[in-house]
């Protein structure tokens, strides 16, 4: 990704759980180009973002929880987060450093893993922390005004993002980092769709894999619709990995409307949850 400030990272980011829309590929940087800096290097080179950014979300989160847990046990859930947050951080898995557009999204994982144990130590379960991260998404992206709404869609349809976007999925497929997304580009059919991506590894799935809470994985796609929403992009998706599919199928048509949220996926996840 290009070199965010805070504020920056946290709207364009962080705050976007964009498995297809990352900053970076706005720039005109190319996937596989020469990283900036080194890439086994990449989280700690920009812990001072990552870090600032996943404070904020503890922010929202914390006003979510005191209702119900008192600011007692809130802030200690608060704190505990920050120091598993911290820890985490230089544990994230290499997927290319900024040789990667999209490796800005993989930190948002561990936003997930970083919450789960303290709420989970206090009754809470990984559909809350999926609701409250969703929700915390959802009103940010409420308040972009309709000319930032507008100036996002045109640039995501520009010819020089789809390009980009085909050049970036061509890329993950030579699994230099095993472990990376893999995805395949596919070109618009008619009037169903401008385009799509279809994804056949996560590197999101697979950290969360890793670390053992594989039930947070679905949460962490729900994300991906407010933000469509948001954007004009149009998002329709039949599956995903982290539900047990063979394959997440992206796929996007400017100004369509965005059908799929929270409320219509949630009781598929809870009936594969049981």
């Known amino acids: 990704m290009t ?18 829309l990352p900053c970076s590929l706005l720039s005109g940087r190319r996937a596989g180009a020469s990283p900036v800096a080194p890439e086994d290097n990449y989280y700690l080179s920009n812990r001072k973002e990552l870090t600032g950014a996943f404070q904020e979300v503890v922010r929202g989160a914390s006003q979510f929880l005191e209702p119900d847990l008192g600011p007692e046990r809130t802030g200690k859930i ?3 987060a920050l120091a598993n947050f911290d820890v985490l951080l230089p544990e994230l898995p290499n997927v290319g450093g900024q040789k990667n557009l999209i490796a800005s999204i993989v ?3 561990a936003w997930y893993v970083a919450l789960y144990g303290p709420m989970r130590e206090n009754g809470k379960t990984a559909e809350d922390v999926g609701r409250i991260i969703y929700e915390l998404n959802r009103l940010q992206f409420q308040s972009m005004s309709e000319p930032q709404s507008h100036a996002m869609s045109e640039k995501l349809f520009s010819q020089k993002y789809v390009d980009k976007m085909r050049e970036w999925a061509s890329w993950t497929q030579k699994k230099e980092y095993p472990a990376n997304w893999v995805a395949r580009f596919v070109p618009g059919a008619g009037t169903d769709f401008d385009y799509g991506v279809d994804y056949t590894e996560c590197a999101l799935v697979k950290y969360l894999n890793a670390r053992r809470v594989p039930e947070l994985a679905p949460y962490v796609c729900l994300n991906d619709f407010p933000a469509s929403r948001a954007y004009q992009s149009g998002l329709q998706r039949a599956g995903t990995i982290a539900m047990g599919d063979r394959l997440c199928d992206f796929r996007y048509k400017k100004g369509r409307a965005v059908i799929q949220d ?3 996926e949630i009781n598929r996840i809870r009936q594969a949850a049981k």
């Open 262 to 264: 929270w409320s219509t």
């Open 107 to 109: 930190p948002i994982a």
């Open 78 to 80: 608060a704190r505990d």
């Open 3 to 20: 070199f965010l400030n805070r504020r920056q990272f946290l709207k364009c980011s962080a705050i976007a759980s964009l498995a297809l």
